[in-house]
């Protein structure tokens, strides 16, 4: 009991440091700081090299002439390779700017 406990406590603390992690949202038109804890279903999340992502995310643009971009995912599956996905080709000759 006490160790389930002692477990719970360790899940709790690493979940908040977590959700207090940042991302770059579009609001209003402009970038602003926001924790991961308050990003909503349909948000615009601006991502730059190295950022972790903060949840599931449809890939609207990439600096990659290809729409591809790589992703670790060793926190989520354990592989250590990295993981290319693709802009949508609807989206790939879509004029999307910053």
């Known amino acids: 009991m006490i160790r389930e406990g002692i477990q719970d406590y360790k899940r709790h603390k690493i979940d908040k440091e977590i959700n207090t992690r ?3 949202t579009l609001s209003q ?3 602003i700081t926001v924790q991961w804890q308050a990003l ?3 948000d615009v999340v601006k991502l730059v090299n190295g950022d972790h992502v903060p949840a599931d995310l449809l890939i609207f ?3 990659e ?3 591809s971009a790589c992703f670790d995912t060793k926190n989520i599956d354990g592989e250590t390779n990295l ?3 693709y802009i949508p080709r ?3 000759s879509a004029n999307i700017n910053e």
């Open 90 to 92: 609807e989206l790939l």
């Open 83 to 85: 993981s290319t996905k």
């Open 22 to 24: 940042t991302a770059h």
């Open 61 to 63: 643009k990439t600096s």
């Open 40 to 42: 909503k279903h349909g």
């Open 29 to 31: 038109s402009q970038l």
């Open 65 to 67: 002439p290809d729409g």
